[in-house]
């Protein structure tokens, strides 16, 4: 639900190209795990947001981790700032999505999750660190 327009989803015709994947809960656990299980070099290639119990990591399609129950994103040039999951859109104009979203307290880019339904800025998505991502593991345990 976006400013009390509840989002509903249909399947995309061309998936998009993945640039993010995110977790919620449990897959946001596996999701740090499988970041944290890769080499130096792969994880300089990335960068990540996290909060409570939600991480989103952003990179090529190819640096990308693949997790079993995450979400990939990417972006639809009709909803700028808003990466949307790759196999799914919105219902409504996804220029109309961008615009709701922009109107929210969340700063672009911004990553919106469908289920559950979550808007997580990517604005402060940083490189990867060891010891950020052990300790978020630790907390989220």
């Known amino acids: 639900m976006i400013h009390g327009v509840p989002l509903q989803w249909r399947v995309r015709h061309s998936p998009l190209a993945p640039c993010a994947v995110a977790g919620q809960g449990a897959a ?14 792969q994880r300089m290639l990335l960068q990540g ?3 409570r119990d939600v991480v989103v990591i952003v990179g090529d399609e190819a640096a990308l981790p ?5 979400q990939y994103l990417g972006r639809d040039m009709r909803c700028p700032g808003v990466w949307l999951p790759t196999a799914l859109e919105p219902t409504i104009i996804p ?3 961008g615009r709701a ?3 929210s307290a969340v700063s ?3 990553a ?3 289920h559950p339904p979550r808007l997580v800025s990517l ?6 660190d060891v010891q950020l991502l052990t300790s978020w593991l630790e907390a989220h345990a």
């Not at 946001?28 to 070099?41: F, G, N, Q, T």
């Not at 693949?66 to 995450?70: C, E």
């Not at 604005?123 to 990867?128: D, I, N, R, T």
């Open 28 to 41: 946001a656990r596996l999701l740090v795990r499988r970041v944290l299980a890769l080499d130096a070099a």
């Open 49 to 51: 947001v996290g909060g």
């Open 66 to 70: 693949w997790v079993d129950g995450a």
């Open 95 to 97: 220029s109309l999505v």
């Open 101 to 103: 979203v922009d109107q």
């Open 108 to 110: 672009l880019p911004a």
């Open 112 to 114: 919106l999750l469908r």
């Open 123 to 128: 604005a402060e998505a940083l490189p990867l």
